[in-house]
């Protein structure tokens, strides 16, 4: 009886079956050879918990990252006077986390010291070009002095630390410092309208009271607030409200929360409110035209006697304030 030929044998007689089978299997020994590889460079299943590095100065931090496998990289710094220089504050991730080895972890050290900045020139600009400036130099506002001038919101002198500030003067300021501008104001025009403040963040809020000629006032924060997470807080009060006619340097007063469902609730709040006074005070101003528009059409229409005498009585009065 005749052997019949194996399965193996019948499909190499097969040329081309043969040769896609071939190539099949080459392709899968190197997917799974692929794969193992992978696995071996990645570590696959190997994992490192995040040591907190809060508090721990950065020669310690780095030699305990390299103990667990771990990379660090200074990201930021800021100067806390209640932390020594070289302090980690803050951590990206957090302590804690599981990660694969040879992770990097962001980290935020404190400063030796703050750092020091020239503090511009800005006596004959306008309020929002020397806002500009000052905060382009890292510096702030302390205070919004007005003064009698022809020249409303152009800064008639600048003063740090009590010092005036000149053309000529080399003064340096650690970064966010204040300097104080005493401003011009025209008769008749000292007044501004409160911005809606509420949803921004501080230095944002501040930015505009400064801009429309208002003076910063009381700041609080929720608890839980700090240095590190106070760039995350907006406001949610601010006195007075938005929309509301407020004298030239005058203080506004802040509130500041991470809640971000409180923020919503006094968000909602605080547009209706604004959409208000801003439609009162709208009512207020065409009220105010209309009446200013009436007194020359009265004296148009008044007889010749009347009219001299009502101009006589005018200047009456005008002698009585002299």
Excluded: C
């Amino acid at each position: 009886m005749q052997k019949q030929p194996s399965l193996i044998a019948r499909i190499r007689e097969n040329r081309l079956l043969w040769n896609i089978l071939l190539i099949a299997a080459i392709i899968l020994v190197m997917a799974v050879a692929a794969h193992l590889l992978m696995q071996i460079g990645t570590r696959h299943g190997a994992r490192r918990t995040v040591p907190d590095f809060s508090g721990v100065p950065l020669a310690d931090a780095q030699r305990l990252a390299r103990k667990h496998d771990l990379k660090l990289h200074i990201n930021d710094s800021l100067f806390v006077p209640a932390y020594e220089g070289g302090i980690v504050l803050d951590q990206l991730p957090e302590g804690g986390v599981e990660v694969k080895p040879g992770r990097t972890v962001y980290i935020t050290i404190n400063s030796f010291r703050q750092k020091m900045v020239p503090v511009p020139y800005v006596a004959g600009r306008s309020l929002r070009q020397a806002k500009n400036m000052l905060e382009i130099a890292g510096l702030e506002i302390e205070k919004l002095v007005y003064r009698a001038d022809i020249a409303t919101n152009y800064v008639l002198e600048e003063f740090y630390d009590g010092k005036p500030v000149t053309q000529h003067s080399r003064m340096e300021a650690e970064m966010g410092s204040g300097v104080t501008l005493h401003v011009g104001v025209e008769q008749g025009y000292g007044t501004t309208v409160v911005p809606q403040l509420v949803g921004q963040p501080l230095a944002q809020a501040k930015s505009r009271i400064w801009e429309l000629g208002l003076n910063v006032g009381r700041i609080d924060f929720d608890e839980g607030i700090n240095l590190l997470n106070q760039k995350d807080a907006r406001v949610y009060i601010q006195v007075p409200g938005a929309e509301r006619s407020a004298a030239l340097g005058s203080r506004v007063d802040l509130r500041l929360t991470l809640d971000a469902e409180k923020l919503g609730k006094h968000r909602s709040e605080a547009e209706k409110q604004a959409a208000a006074v801003a439609a009162e005070r709208r009512i207020e101003e065409q009220q105010e035209s209309d009446s200013l528009a009436r007194i020359p059409l009265e004296e148009t229409l008044a007889p010749a006697g009347e009219g001299a005498s009502v101009r006589e009585r005018n200047d009456d009065n005008e002698g009585f304030f002299d």
